[in-house]
């Protein structure tokens, strides 16, 4: 995690929204991507329509650096050479 849930915890004790924040933009999970599956559709309608609920799912994954480091240069003022720890991107994606 790039945060210091310490300081987080003094700065917003009471407010509960950065730490939602935190976690909707974690992109070192799995998705697992439900997809529920109509009677009329066939076995290669039901494929396509899984393929594009995936790739959909990978897209967001892959926007959430750009939110993740708004975030991060929002509240820290990092020296230009420091290094920032960037969590890994994980475009994986699971069916239950």
């Known amino acids: ?49 899984k393929q594009e609920m995936l790739g959909l799912a990978a897209n967001r994954q892959a926007a959430l650096p750009v939110g993740r480091g708004a975030f991060l240069l929002g509240w820290t003022h990092p020296l230009a050479t420091e290094i920032i720890a960037i969590p890994p991107l994980v475009l994986s994606g699971r069916f239950p």
């Open 1 to 49: 995690q790039t945060y210091d849930p310490e300081w987080l915890g003094r700065m917003f004790c009471q407010d509960r929204r950065v730490k939602e924040v935190v976690r909707m933009l974690d992109s070192s999970r799995v998705v697992i991507v439900k997809v529920a599956r109509r009677a009329e559709q066939t076995d290669h309608d039901f494929e396509r329509h």
